[in-house]
């Protein structure tokens, strides 16, 4: 039974547009999200993360939104890049537990 | 350098061999972890080790046997491994288990099972 689901695999968008992907989890004592991104060939790499005391977090190009009462959270990347196509993984803690992924293309 | 190095990168060994996967990380963390990314799945979580102490097996086979000699270093014992193990074995670190926090990752060993 998958704890935490990234239900599109894959994500397309044009150069400048908002990216947005999205994460649902099912256990509510999960206090702690995070975003990583990972390139082929290579571990992923921590983006941002979010506590749930907080509902929003932010890092330049990254929003992470975080809606406990839905167990939903989201990444926002505007404006997107082609440097951004990479597989998007959130994760909960605990025991970091990861979703399936979500590809994202970024195309001029 | 990233902090937490894997060896080997590429792996293809036979369902009788032995072979071992290493993990190293230069980071002061206290808890490593071993997980497995199969494709179109998520990443799974197989062991967590903090401070050397296994504190957990998720329902891993025991033809994966992992030893943490020191909290610098993880390996992962392979061994009458099946084709259905082939897969990109991740290791990864973080200063503290639970929560885990922010967590470093390598680059992988790729292994195939033939």
């Known amino acids: 039974d998958q704890q935490v689901k990234q239900n599109s695999p894959s994500l397309s968008v044009q150069e400048g547009r908002i990216s947005i992907l999205n994460c649902d989890y099912t256990?509510?004592?999960?206090?702690?999200f995070l975003w990583y991104k990972k390139y082929p060939a290579e571990g992923p790499t921590f983006l941002i993360s979010?506590?749930?005391?907080?509902d929003k977090n932010e890092d330049g190009r990254f929003t992470v939104f975080l809606n406990k009462s839905a167990k939903h959270l989201s990444l926002h990347i505007v404006p997107s890049q082609p440097g951004d196509s990479a597989v998007y993984f959130c994760?909960?803690?605990?025991?970091?537990?990861f979703g399936a992924g979500t590809r994202l293309a970024v195309h001029p | 350098e990233t902090g937490v190095t894997q060896t080997p990168r590429h792996l293809v060994m036979g369902m009788t061999n032995k072979k071992s996967l290493k993990c190293e990380q230069h980071?002061?963390?206290?808890?490593m972890y071993w997980y497995k990314q199969s494709a179109k799945k998520p990443l799974e979580l197989m062991f967590v080790?903090?401070?050397?102490?296994?504190?957990e097996n998720n329902s891993v086979p025991s033809r994966f046997s992992p030893e943490c000699p020191n909290s610098s270093h993880l390996f992962l014992h392979l061994h009458t491994l099946q084709p259905e193990d082939s897969a990109l074995y991740l290791c990864?670190?973080?200063?503290?288990?639970?929560?885990?926090?922010?967590?470093?990752f390598g680059q992988g060993t790729r292994l195939t099972v033939v």
């Open positions: 980071l002061g963390h206290n808890a």
């Open positions: 990864a670190s973080s200063q503290e288990t639970y929560p885990a926090g922010e967590a470093f």
């Open positions: 994760a909960a803690s605990g025991k970091l537990i």
């Open positions: 256990n509510s004592m999960f206090d702690y």
């Open positions: 979010i506590s749930s005391i907080k």
């Open positions: 080790y903090s401070l050397e102490e296994r504190v």
